[in-house]
C-alpha cells in the first residue's frame, strides 16, 4: 500500500532523519510528498527503473506512483542525493562465512551477483580471489571479503545520479541481501539504525573523492556471529 505524506511530515522526517513510530517500511521524497512504500514495492520499484535507464524490460509498476518512480529515476534537480530509504534490519543469527573463490563471502558474491543481473557490467573493486590485505581502512570488511566497491567515474552530475539509482537499489534489497552498510556521495545507510534514512559521512583525511565516496558506491554484508 502506498502511504502519501504531507509536506509537514517532510520536513519531519527530514530534521529528525527517521520514520514515523508505525509509518511505512519505506520512502521516497519526490518534489510534493515523501511517498510511503512497502518494502516489496520499494524492491519493484529500484529494479525497474534501474532495467529501464538500460533498455531492458522493466516489470509492471502500474500499481505505483508515476511521481516516485520519475524521482528514483532523475534524482532531485541539480543535485542526485538520496531519495529513498528504508527501515534498518540486521540478522542476528547468520553464520560467518569464508572466501570463496572471487575473494568474496557466499553472501556478498550473492550481492554481485545480484547487482549484476540488474545494473549488468559494473566497474568494481575492494575484493580479489585470494582476499586484499591493503589499500583499506584498518578494520574495513573488504580483509574479510564482505565488500564491494562499485565506481562511477569521474565525479559528475550524471554518475551521482546513476551512482545514487545503484544506492537505493541496495537499500531496497537490504533485507534480503544480508546488507549492513551502503555508503555513497558524503552519506551512508545502516541496517543497524532501524530507523532508517541517511546519515552523513565524515570521511577520513585527506577526504578525498575516494575517501568519501564520491567515485564509488561501498556496500558490505553482515559478517555473522561466530559459534
Known sequence: MVVLLGPGVLGTLRTEGGFLPGGPECTVATTDAVVGLDRSEAKLATTAVALAARGVEAPDT???DDAVLRQLADGPADDAGPTLSCRGSAATDLPVEQLTATGLTPRAEQVRSELTEVFGD??????????????????????????????FRP?????????????????????DLDIQYVIFDDRFWSAHLPRGQWHRYDAPAPANEILRHLDHVHVDVLGGDAD
Not at 552530475?157 to 533485507?175: C, I, S, T
Open 62 to 64: 502500474s500499481g505505483i
Open 122 to 151: 559494473q566497474s568494481l573493486g575492494g575484493f580479489a580471489p585470494g582476499g586484499v590485505g591493503q589499500g583499506h581502512g584498518g578494520d574495513s570488511t573488504h580483509y574479510d571479503g564482505r565488500a564491494i566497491d562499485v565506481f
Open 155 to 175: 565525479v559528475t552530475e550524471e554518475n551521482r545520479r546513476e551512482g545514487w539509482m545503484l544506492a537505493h537499489w541496495l537499500v531496497a534489497h537490504a533485507e
